[in-house]
Nanobody
Framework: QVQLVESGGGLVQAGGSLRLSCLAS????????MGWFRQAPGKEREFVAS????????YYADSVKGRFAISRDSAKNTVYLQMNSVKPDDTAVYYC????????????WGQGTQVTVSS
């Protein structure tokens, strides 16, 4: 069973940086796509970024392109989201998610970590 545990959230000033981590366990993730999503109060959950675990290819939402970077460390079974030049609009609960490459939906989710950006 896949387990995803996020960490690294907190309070940061606008323009600052924060790095989120997602420790993944329960599977060999070489055939997985790992994603970060976020949900702000009163809004629907939205896609932020994803990475193909095996080949490292990445994809970003337009709203974070050029500011955020997703990466993975296979030795540590950990996926990261480096958040730079953060804005108050980035305030949300951030979730790590996983799906197999052949699946259309993310099937496994972490519990989320709160990120608050002050202006």
């Amino acid at each position: 069973q896949v387990q995803l545990v996020e960490s690294g959230g907190g309070l940061v000033q606008a323009g600052g940086s924060l790095r989120l981590s997602c420790l993944a366990s329960g599977r060999t993730f070489s055939s997985y796509l790992m994603g970060w999503f976020r949900q702000a109060p009163g809004k629907e959950r939205e896609f932020v970024a994803s990475i193909n675990w095996k080949i490292g290819s990445t994809y970003y939402a337009d709203s974070v392109k050029g500011r955020f970077a997703i990466s993975r460390d296979s030795a540590k079974n950990t996926v990261y989201l480096q958040m730079n030049s953060v804005k108050p609009d980035d305030t949300a609960v951030y979730y790590c998610a996983a799906r197999t490459i052949l699946s259309n939906e993310y099937s496994d989710w972490g519990q989320g970590t709160q990120v608050t950006v002050s202006s």
